[in-house]
């Protein structure tokens, strides 16, 4: 099968190697649930949020408080805030433009 022992151990290397990137190339893929992530997960991604939580609290909570936040966000309107745009530009109207020269 193999010829020697370096032949083996890089075989091994490049197998480890292979199924290594499967994974990275899953987890990438398949987003981990709120409840496969461990409590230290969950606080990091509570703090990445800025989000005000204390450490004592369970891990449930946790959960329940990210999936709430997550709803939240999901029903915010898209603009990002209550002002419209005033870059946008405008479609004409058909009445005359104002005259701002002076005359």
């Avoid at 649930?33 to 204390?54: F, G």
């Amino acid at each position: 099968m193999y010829s020697n022992v370096t032949a083996f151990n890089r075989h091994r290397r490049m197998a480890a190697a292979r199924a290594k990137e499967a994974a990275e190339v899953e987890a990438a893929v398949k987003p981990k649930s709120y409840s496969d992530m461990t409590k230290a997960e969950l606080l990091e991604l509570a703090k990445e949020r800025e989000l005000d939580i204390d450490a004592e609290t369970k891990k449930s909570e946790l959960i329940e408080f990210l999936e709430t936040q997550d709803k939240a966000k999901a029903n915010e309107p898209e603009s990002g805030g209550g002002e419209p745009d005033t870059n946008e530009a405008k479609e004409p109207t058909g009445e005359p433009a104002e005259n701002k020269g002076g005359d």
